[in-house]
């Protein structure tokens, strides 16, 4: 009795063997429609599946109709692709020079306020983003910097910069200081030590920020959108313009698979690369 | 001997100013960026706004009217709504998932993929699988015919562009169940099983095992990703932009058509809009964790 009880806690029970698949197909259930939406030559309601595929209407549509709208130049799918790729990039590269010092302090030192500091780290965490992101357009509307890269590529910091020092705080942590000493001991200087000792070590943690940094850049809609002031599209600005009237027909549906491909090859790339405690971390409590 | 005076050297310095250099670009960066933000809404909602010609600081015009019309506090009822359902929602379902992944069961490592899905991708995509999805011409209205229950879409319920908002909510809990699974999960594999093991053989059901051992355990994990997806549904934008139910609209795409009339004059009112945005986050995540903290306070963690 007290061993099936153990049994019970260790292994899943029906509920949970049920749950699980539930939500496995409440998560990946939606994109099946969004893949025949895009297949589809005919699909009329209330039709499960399309009475008539692309292929067999290949005659009249070079390419499924959804995929030959995306492909071409009138999506703009190539220009919100680069303007994606390029702003996170830069992001990340920011993000991690002015993380990666504060990661150490905050990793390894003890100071004053030191509670109240992490806080503030957190802040953008939990500051409603359309207000600070409408502020910030009034202030850079000022400074010419609306509607710049410069301008959205600032306001990314915001939701990055969290992350990226939770992030690289927990790498430090896990890294002793005594290889460093040992290379002061050999005579190495401090920029020695550092470019080849410490970032090697930090390398694994390092590159996890910053996959994690581009991620959430290139997922950001709301700052590009407000602070972009349409002249500068990203896939997310992209997809919104292109269901804001709240039907999704098939070229739509194409360019949410496509919208949807960053983040898929990054997690199919890398699944560990999403650090637990950059997310288990509490607030300064 | 010099290696002694390199390492002393190192240690005997005063740590402060460069302990304050490392600190200061990310400390730069966010306190610019906030001040100014915050210094800016403040005051051009008090009437502040000279390149429109309007300068009558300090006038509390904009918030009298903003506040004395009862749209306003329909929209925030909306927002506080939408915000809370889906956050309570996926804080339960987040809970059951985590509870579930820490078990060992043939496919783990493939689940562990998929359930980080949502996570991954822009909360635009959400809304589009929503359209398809949820639609009154959506899947689910076509399954329903298939199996006989409607014979027209308007006979569907309507789930997206309604006030009830359960478009938004759904769009939210699908994009924050795996955040908040993944702040308790994490949570749950640093405890470890020895405090449930221990319960369970002194005879706690299963029960009184998850609400007075697990729970205060994972508690700390709930707060900060609950926080964070509360506040992120405040202020959000889009979802309820394109899934809402139109007029009255959520505080955030009432500021936005504020700040997009051709009335400029307009963007004081949507800056107290966008104050009054920033003034309810932060009450309700004081008293939460002021809340939070009081309990921790009770149980001699903190």
């Known amino acids: 009795m007290a061993i099936r009880r153990r049994n019970d806690r260790v292994n899943l029970s029906p509920f949970q063997k049920f749950y699980l698949l539930v939500a496995g197909a409440v998560i990946i259930g939606p994109f099946v429609p969004l893949l025949i939406q895009s297949f589809a030559f005919q699909w009329d309601w209330p039709n499960v599946l399309p009475s008539e595929w692309w292929w067999s209407a290949r005659t009249r549509a070079r390419l499924p109709q959804g995929w030959d709208y995306v492909l071409s130049p009138y999506s703009r799918l190539l220009e919100a692709t680069v303007n994606t790729v390029a702003i996170g990039l830069v992001v990340m590269v920011i993000c991690l020079a002015i993380c990666l010092p504060a990661a150490r302090v905050l990793a390894r030192e003890k100071f004053r306020g030191k509670n109240g500091f992490e806080f503030f780290l957190s802040l953008p965490l939990i500051v409603p983003e359309s207000a600070i992101g409408i502020a910030l357009l009034m202030i850079f509307i000022r400074l010419g910097l609306a509607g710049s890269y410069a301008g959205i590529i600032i306001a990314h910091l915001i939701p990055t910069i969290p992350y990226?020092?939770?992030?690289?705080?927990?790498?430090?942590?896990?890294?002793?200081?005594?290889?460093?000493?040992?290379a002061y001991i050999l005579g190495a200087s401090r920029w020695q030590t550092l470019r080849m000792v410490t970032l090697?070590?930090?390398?694994?943690?390092?590159?996890?920020?910053?996959l994690f940094t581009f991620l959430v850049s290139t997922n950001i809609f709301l700052l590009t959108f407000f602070l972009g002031q349409g002249r500068i599209i990203t896939l997310p600005t992209l997809l919104f313009s292109?269901?804001?009237?709240?039907?999704?027909?098939?070229?739509?549906?194409?360019?949410?698979?496509?919208?949807?491909?960053?983040?898929i090859i990054l997690l199919i790339v890398s699944e560990r690369f999403i650090k637990e405690e950059a997310f288990g971390k509490g607030f300064g409590a | 001997m010099t290696i002694e005076h390199g390492l002393t050297q190192g240690k005997a310095e005063p740590p402060s100013w460069r302990l304050l250099l490392e600190l200061a670009p990310i400390t730069l960066v966010l306190a610019l960026l906030f001040g100014a933000a915050t210094v800016l809404a403040v005051a051009q909602s008090l009437g502040f706004a000279p390149w429109y010609g309007i300068n009558t600081f300090p006038d509390f015009r904009y918030f009298a009217a903003l506040w004395g019309s009862g749209i306003f506090w329909v929209s925030l009822g909306l927002t506080l709504y939408y915000s809370l359902v889906s956050t309570i929602l996926a804080l339960v379902l987040a809970v059951l998932l985590s509870l579930a992944l820490i078990k060992a069961f043939p496919g783990k490592g493939l689940y562990k993929y998929i359930y980080k899905l949502p996570l991954m991708i822009p909360y635009t995509v959400g809304i589009a699988l929503a359209v398809i999805m949820l639609g009154n011409g959506g899947m689910m209205s076509r399954l329903a015919a298939s199996i006989g229950l409607i014979s027209d879409p308007s006979q569907f319920p309507r789930i997206l562009n309604t006030h009830a908002g359960w478009g938004i909510i759904a769009v939210y809990v699908w994009k924050q169940t795996p955040f908040i699974t993944l702040a308790v999960y994490a949570v749950l594999l640093g405890v470890g099983r020895e405090t449930d093991d221990a319960a369970a053989i002194l005879g706690a059901n299963r029960f009184q095992i998850f609400f007075q051992v697990t729970l205060p355990q994972i508690l700390p994990g709930i707060v900060s990703s609950t926080l964070i997806c509360f506040s992120f549904n405040l202020g959000a934008f889009e979802?309820?932009?394109?899934?809402?139910?139109?007029?009255?609209?959520?505080?955030?795409?009432?500021?936005w058509r504020y700040f997009n009339d051709a009335d400029y004059t307009l963007q004081l009112q949507g800056m107290a809009t966008v104050v009054s945005i920033g003034l309810v986050a932060g009450v309700i995540l004081f008293a939460y964790l002021a809340v939070y903290r009081r309990y921790e306070r009770q149980r001699g963690r903190a």
């Open chain 1, 164 to 182: 990226m020092i939770r992030m690289l705080t927990a790498v430090y942590q896990g890294l002793g200081r005594e290889f460093e000493e040992q």
């Open chain 1, 200 to 210: 090697p070590m930090l390398m694994p943690g390092v590159v996890a920020g910053c």
């Open chain 1, 242 to 263: 292109k269901i804001s009237g709240g039907t999704l027909d098939a070229s739509a549906a194409g360019l949410t698979l496509l919208v949807s491909l960053p983040g």
């Open chain 2, 239 to 255: 979802a309820p932009f394109i899934l809402g139910g139109g007029f009255p609209d959520t505080l955030p795409v009432v500021a």
